[in-house]
């Protein structure tokens, strides 16, 4: 089967070209779920030329599958759990409590890193345009749209390259509006739709974050 994407830049060209009506549009921003993310929010934030920032929230992976998510948290508290996917594996709680707590830590991490001299996020009133590299579960999308819901922006809008049907629809009824370019009947991980799915690093995200203000100051 031919991969639909090139890499999370050109899935992020893509998905600007979607996003063409939110260009220079005041009281917007585009915020990326770190790391996978950023390359493909990144290329949609200098498109539409409006600020580019993150949103932390992290996956929390079935011990021994990893990539496979139970659910994810976020700051404040938020913490989404996919039944489903715990019953299946027979996950008990305390292994959700220890996988919770490492990514809590993580989380901590990324928010130091990732922030730094960065003012704290503001999208009270804001048009929001919420990007990853595309999801399975949707686990961690659910979390960041929660966290973001307690800001009360203006609109959210969840913008993704790839998502199975059945997601896509459960967040179209939780967001303002759902951009998706391919929800295929069969999913299976999201790096199997991209010809480089390499990993994005924190230094790539760092620079990006810095490279998309500059672009917008200039």
């Keep these: 089967m031919r991969k639909k994407f090139s890499n999370r830049t050109v899935a992020g060209l893509m998905l600007a070209q979607e996003l063409y009506k939110y260009t220079n549009q005041e009281n917007l921003i585009v915020l990326a779920l770190p790391r996978g993310g950023v390359p493909v929010a990144f290329e949609v934030a200098v498109a539409l030329h409006v600020p580019l920032d993150v949103c ?16 994810a948290i976020a700051a404040s508290g938020v913490r989404i759990l996919n039944y489903n996917v715990i019953n299946s594996f027979g996950i008990d709680n305390q292994s959700i ?63 993704v390259p790839i998502a199975p049907p059945s997601i896509y629809e459960q967040l179209h009824s939780l967001v303002d509006e759902i951009i998706c370019l391919f929800t295929p009947e ?13 990993q994005t690093t924190d230094d790539q995200v760092c620079q990006l974050l810095e490279e998309a203000g500059e672009l917008l100051s200039s």
């Design 97 to 159: 409590q220890q996988v919770t707590a490492q990514e809590l830590r993580e989380l901590e991490r990324r928010y130091l890193l990732y922030r730094r001299d960065r003012p704290p996020l503001d999208i009270n009133n804001k048009t929001v345009i919420l990007i990853d590299d595309g999801f399975a579960t949707g686990s961690t999308m659910l979390a960041a749209i929660a966290l973001l819901r307690q800001q009360q922006p203006a609109k959210i809008v969840v913008a």
């Design 186 to 198: 069969t999913m299976s991980a999201i790096g199997f739709w991209y010809q480089d799915f390499t």
């Design 56 to 71: 932390l929230v992290r996956k929390l992976g079935v011990p021994g599958h990893k990539e496979l998510a139970m659910g």
